[in-house]
């Protein structure tokens, strides 16, 4: 059954290893060739030091030739932990029974039995300490060949860093298998040879390299955007590994490109929209000017007033046509709203943000939210004096509150404020500010006490925030 080297996606994710058929014969047919070596250096070894020990014996020393037998002791316990301790007992009475005819007084026979003692001693340590080893070695290594991540060992080289070993998700991630990779130089499967300085001097910095972003490529030529992670390990080596991300950056282009035409889209209509309620307006006026009819004058007031909130409503949609279309980033809260408070007129009404060093993952709009809710309260509130910004980490993530000294908002309206055109003048603020905060997963609610102030409060959840 020859598989030619034919991946077996199916069995390899149960456990079964990317070799061929012939392949993994010659791997078993190396460890038993391994092992055999290892059992004649172990005989031979264990012969040389009893004929050692033996010779002493006959010349009367009886001393230090016995420390020889240390060595078979650690390389049977160290190569064959399993049966380590067997063999440490069988030479200690192999010892024993060559040692004790030639003892002479009880003296000579305590130290006997002593050394005997500890050679088994030392055989049941080595033996632990080698199978722990052995353990973690196996833990280890089935992380690596079986990690859906391409996993590579780069060694530094002469001729610049190489690939000491890699996996078989990073061999068929540079469209290649693992043999053929070793001692191939890194930075000919990158697309821009710079990266890998940038990338080593993180890990001279850091030790540790996160979510580092950069493009390789493939044997046949194609290229293939990666997220590389990595951390430095004994003798300059350093551990990569890589996640694929080609599919998802095709996706984010895509959407950005839709998203652009329809931001397209909708600036052209909003154009015509606006040229056509100005003409209606235009038409409306004329006619209150030409009607003195008091029914038909009402009818134009009741087409005039449809016409200015449809005209409201394209203005307010004009400020909002880039929602999402930018990736969402970390943002200073801080400095967003003393941003957006140095542009807002706000006679007689003080903001004071107290959330100096809070991050949080958000659209880029997040102005927008702050702009909507200080200017709420200063439109709505009526008394307010002042506005304040605090926060609060919780259990399940972080609150951001907005509080005002206002006449606050009525129990009955609290989630209705948030609806699409519910709002004085039929304003779309606070139904936007919701959506803003809902592409990274955060809500807004109002919990102020009404004729006390209003309350909005902002939760972030856990992984959207940072304190810097």
Known sequence: MPWSGIPCPALWRTGCVPYSYSG??????????????????????????????????????????????????????????????????????GYLAMTLPFAGDVGLVVSALSRAVVFVAVGAVVSSLSLRLRDQEERYRGIFDNSEAGTFLVAPGEAGPRIEEVNYMGATLLGSTTKDLIGEPVTGFLDDPGAWEAFKSEINRNDTVYEFETTLRRTDGAAVQVLVSGGRLPGGRIIVTLVDITARKNAEDALRQTNAKLNMLGRLTRNDLAAAISGLLGRIAGGMREFDDPAVRRHLESLEEDA????????????????????????????????????????????????????????PMLDRVFSNLIENAARHGKTVSQVVVTYRILDDGLSICVEDDGVGVPGAE?????????????????????????????????????????????HVPPGGYRIV
Do not use: C
């Open 308 to 363: 200015r909130l449809v005209q409201r409503r394209a203005e307010i949609s004009r400020d909002y046509q880039d929602l999402g279309l930018r990736p969402p980033d970390w943002q200073p809260v801080q400095k967003v709203i003393r941003e957006v408070t140095s542009s807002l007129l706000l006679p007689g009404i003080s903001v004071r943000p107290w959330v100096e060093r809070l991050e949080v993952f958000a659209d």
């Open 414 to 458: 609290k989630e209705k404020i948030f609806m699409y055109g519910v709002g004085i003048n039929g304003g779309l603020g606070l139904f936007l500010v919701r959506e803003i905060l809902a592409i990274t997963n955060m809500t807004i609610r109002e919990t102020g006490t009404p004729g006390k102030g209003a309350r909005f409060v902002i």
């Open 24 to 93: 993994a014969g010659s791997l078993i047919s190396g460890r038993r060739r391994s092992g055999d070596t290892r059992l004649l250096l172990l005989a031979t070894s264990t012969l040389i030091v009893f004929a050692a020990n033996a010779g002493g014996l006959f010349a009367g020393i009886t001393v230090v030739l016995p420390h020889l037998l240390y060595l078979p002791i650690v390389l049977a316990a160290y190569w064959f932990p399993r049966r380590g301790i067997v063999f440490s007992f069988a030479l200690a009475l």
